[in-house]
Every structure is written in structure tokens, then in C-alpha cells.
């Protein structure tokens, strides 16, 4: 069956834009990523005009490097209490909306707010809130007799801080995915458990929560490799006379940064990337695996 010159021209107009698309897409994401495995073999000084190549002494030397280390350590951690928590209180604020209290929409554009705000006004934001001297947060535990802290200086704090930022910042989103598959849960489900006599946490444990594990799933994958990619905050939040000790705030995005563009160093830093991304592909591959093998996806 031949097409019509007009169906030829409307194919033609389709496929020149989606070349188009498919060419800058190309240039942006796989044309770097290929830059940076290559580099990651040299030692790539941006001021150096020699830049030999040193095939894994960049890796080598990542597994010698304590500062790589720190960042390895609390970006793990991070990652992990980010994700728990985002998850958990995006749940049951979802919970909380799911059951059409009033002013649910308002509740809903509230939580969701803070993720369609640029991280830099809102990293800036909970900057002033912790700042030690004249901060929100200072203000209101001293109504209640709490010293003072400094939440970005005390290195014990400066790291949970920004975890909290982060939760916060995340929730909305989470929250809106997690209503989107409670209210696709049929109805009947939940008239057959009353009907069986199953109580509210039964039923939440024997319906609800394993119809929404494949939209867990998601949002477990999603908000991992957006945790272990964390730089916005930790950067803006922490540098300047507010700033923890390096150590204490070191993600694995931050000592990329910090190799690359204040130590020139594109080659070991290239090698980090590699890493990072390594990491991510395991770990994302890892949670495919675990509920797969609970029979959650075929």
C-alpha cells in the first residue's frame, strides 16, 4: 500500500525532527559519557599541555584516597537515610490525602511546591534557616530553652541537615506518585477485606502495600540516583564561614567537582565519575533484582 505525497511529506517532516532531537540528545549524553571513560585513562591536567596516558592508575589510586573514601562513605549514607525517609513520610502523607480530607488539593500543591522551586533559592533559604547566630531554627528551640546549634558548622550536624533539607524538598513529588497508585486501586479490593472482616492495617499491609510496590520500586530507583548525584546543597549550603569541615560534607559529586575544577585534575575525576556511575548501575540493577525475585515484576 503506497502513501500519498502528503503522507510522504508528514513522514519526511517527522522523521527530520526526530533526527534532530535524536543528534542533540546524542551530542549531550553520550558524547560526554564517552569523553569521560576516555579520560578517566589519562592524567588530563586542564593547565598541562602533556597529558599521558596512564591506563588504571587513576583507579589505583582512587582506592588509596581517603578523601575518596569519606565522600564514598557519606554519600552511602545519605543516599540510604534520604531514600528510607522520603519514602516513609511520602507515604503516609499520601495516606493522610488519599482519604479526600478537606482542602486535600491545597495540602497537595503545598508538599508538592517545593520541587518545582530551583535547589539554589532553596538551598539558600534553609541556609538562613540554620545560620547559628539569627536563624529560624535557633530561634524556635530557644523558645524552649535549647542552646544554639550550628547546623552547618558542627560536623556532626552539618551532614543531617542537609539530609533534612533534602527530605523535605523530595516528599511532594514522592507524594503525588504514591496517590496516583492509591486512588488506581480498585475499590472492590477494600469492599471484599471489609466484608472478610480485615482491619485497616491488615488491609493496608495485605492490599495497598504490595499494589503499590512496582510505583515503590520506581520511586526507590529514582530517588537513589538522585541522592548518590547530590551537589546543589552541599555546595551552597556549606561553603563560606558557615561551612562544616570538608570531611564531614564530602559527597562523591562534590570531590568530582573539587578534582576537576579546582585541582584541574579531569582525568582522576573522570575516573570518579566512572565510579559513581558503576555504583549507581549496581545498586539500581541490585533493587530490580530484589523485587524480581519476590515476584513483583515478571
Not at 66 to 73: G, P, S
Not at 122 to 138: A, C, E, R
Request: no cysteine.
Amino acid at each position: 500500500m503506497g502513501y500519498s505525497n502528503l503522507q510522504k511529506k508528514k513522514l519526511r517532516f517527522v522523521f527530520f525532527w526526530i533526527s534532530i532531537i535524536f543528534l542533540l540528545y546524542l551530542f549531550l549524553r553520550f558524547i560526554p559519557i564517552i569523553s569521560t571513560f576516555y579520560l578517566s585513562f589519562f592524567r588530563w591536567d586542564l593547565i598541562r599541555p602533556v597529558k599521558p596516558f596512564v591506563g588504571f592508575n587513576n583507579f589505583i589510586r582512587l582506592l588509596q584516597d581517603e578523601n575518596f573514601k569519606i565522600a564514598i562513605w557519606n554519600t552511602s549514607l545519605f543516599a540510604f537515610i534520604v531514600v528510607t525517609f522520603t519514602l516513609l513520610f511520602s507515604l503516609l502523607v499520601a495516606l493522610a490525602l488519599e482519604r479526600k480530607i478537606a482542602g486535600g488539593s491545597v495540602f497537595e500543591i503545598i508538599f508538592f511546591l517545593p520541587i518545582v522551586i530551583p535547589l539554589v533559592p532553596i538551598s539558600l533559604t534553609w541556609k538562613w534557616i540554620y545560620d547559628p547566630t539569627n536563624g529560624v531554627l535557633n530561634y524556635l528551640i530557644g523558645l524552649v530553652d535549647i542552646p544554639k546549634q550550628g547546623w552547618l558548622i558542627n560536623p556532626r550536624l552539618s551532614l543531617g541537615s542537609i539530609m533534612a533539607m533534602t527530605i523535605w524538598q523530595r516528599i511532594g513529588y514522592n507524594m503525588i506518585i504514591f496517590l496516583v497508585g492509591l486512588r488506581e486501586i480498585p475499590a472492590q479490593f477494600y469492599e471484599a477485606a471489609k466484608v472478610d472482616g480485615a482491619g485497616k492495617w491488615q488491609t493496608f499491609i495485605s492490599i495497598t502495600l504490595p499494589l503499590l510496590i512496582p510505583i515503590t520500586l520506581y520511586l526507590t530507583v529514582m530517588n537513589t540516583i538522585e541522592a548518590f548525584r547530590i551537589f546543589t546543597p552541599v555546595y551552597v549550603m556549606t561553603t563560606g564561614a558557615q561551612g562544616a569541615p570538608a570531611s564531614a560534607v564530602r559527597v562523591l559529586v562534590m570531590d568530582i567537582y573539587q578534582n576537576a575544577f579546582r585541582y584541574f585534575n579531569l582525568g582522576y575525576a573522570s575516573a570518579e565519575s566512572l565510579v559513581l556511575f558503576l555504583i549507581i548501575l549496581l545498586i539500581s540493577l541490585l533493587q530490580f533484582g530484589v523485587f524480581r525475585k519476590r515476584g513483583v515484576l515478571a
